[in-house]
Nanobody
Framework: QVQLVESGGGLVQAGGSLRLSCAAS????????MGWYRQAPGKQRELVARITSGGGTNYADSVKGRFTISRDNAKNTVYLQMNSLKPEDTAIYYC????????WGQGTQVTVSS
């Protein structure tokens, strides 16, 4: 059974930081590309950041320079360090794993107050 469990969300003031974690089980973590997506109320889910099995990364333009994605294959965990948070970063953040199939976590709420 595949599980992706996000943690680390919460309420933070604008300019603050949060670190999201996603612990994976039931997959061969090291060969999966991992991603963080977000969905704000009334909007479509969008890619925030992605890290390939080889460690290559890409980011949405809106978060470049502020967010950093990383992975620890020994811990089967992917992280999203979010700095200089803005109210427009408020959303539910979802973890994604993708190799031969795509899997999603349940999401963690991030709320940034102005």
């Amino acid at each position: 059974q595949v599980q992706l469990v996000e943690s680390g969300g919460g309420l933070v003031q604008a300019g603050g930081s949060l670190r999201l974690s996603c612990a994976a089980s039931g997959i061969i973590f090291s060969i999966n590309d991992m991603g963080w997506y977000r969905q704000a109320p009334g909007k479509q889910r969008e890619l925030v950041a992605r890290i390939t099995s080889g460690g290559g990364t890409n980011y949405a333009d809106s978060v470049k320079g502020r967010f950093t994605i990383s992975r620890d294959n020994a811990k089967n965990t992917v992280y999203l360090q979010m700095n200089s948070l803005k109210p427009e970063d408020t959303a539910i953040y979802y973890c994604n794993a993708n190799k031969w199939r795509e899997y999603w976590g349940q999401g963690t709420q991030v709320t940034v107050s102005s």
